[in-house]
């Protein structure tokens, strides 16, 4: 009964793969989110979604795509990868995408992603 | 730019022992939240603040707002191993999109 799930848990690639990391969230929630965690356990958006729609995008490369084929999924493609996308990725959902209060933003668990 | 300034970056203490996280800023903020991440796992929401002053206790965590909501203070009374993790502040900016902004942590450890 996992809120937010996310699959792989670990993804060891070489440079210059494509590959994808899949979310799902089981919270009925319509916004749905992508974060960056650095080396340094810096965590920053890079997209989120309301109900299937784009409504964040932080300045990412265009390498990364995310796609939502429906509101309780949200993934992410990264083609051509680069050793600097080494990092840990999260998906998050909230019930809303308003600020504030009562809108809880809910992380799934993580993928760790090595570019060798 | 609006930026979150958390300090001390690392703390490690013993168990018993107090402590206060801070999370500074230069801009004012509609809210204010701390969450608390385990190794191996997202991020989980402590609590949030909305109004400048207000003060939260969580069993033995006690947040406040500083009263221009520019900045937070988290303090551990007694703290256990189970206290151990990275403490994140984020906040929401003016803007109206669910954008959170993540301070860069303060990785804490209370050894038994």
């Known amino acids: 009964d996992t809120a937010v799930s996310q699959t792989p848990k670990y993804l060891v690639t070489q440079m210059g793969n494509d590959k994808s990391i899949k979310c799902e969230q089981n919270l009925g929630h319509d916004t749905m989110y992508w974060y960056k965690q650095d080396s340094k356990k810096f965590l920053k958006i890079m997209f989120s979604y309301n109900n299937k729609e784009l409504i964040i995008n932080e300045t990412v490369p265009n390498r990364f795509s995310p796609k939502s084929p429906d509101k309780a999924h949200l993934n992410l493609h990264i083609n051509s990868l680069e050793l600097g996308d080494s990092a840990v990725y999260f998906c998050a959902s909230s019930q809303d995408s308003w600020v504030g209060k009562g809108n809880e933003q809910f992380f799934g668990p993580g993928t760790r992603l090595t570019v060798l | 730019t609006q930026l979150l300034e958390q300090s001390p970056q690392f703390l490690s203490i013993q168990e018993g022992e107090n402590l206060t996280v801070y999370c500074n800023s230069s801009?004012?903020?509609?809210?204010l939240q701390w969450y608390r991440q385990e190794p191996g796992e997202g991020p989980v929401l402590l609590v949030t603040v909305v109004t400048g002053g207000e003060v939260k206790k969580l069993k033995r965590l006690t947040f406040q707002f500083g009263d221009a909501r520019k900045d937070s203070s988290l303090h551990i009374t007694a703290a256990q191993p189970g206290d151990t993790g990275l403490y994140l502040c984020a906040a929401h900016g003016s803007s109206n999109t669910g954008k959170l902004i993540f301070g860069q942590g303060t990785t804490l450890q209370v050894k038994p």
């Open positions: 801009s004012v903020f509609s809210s």
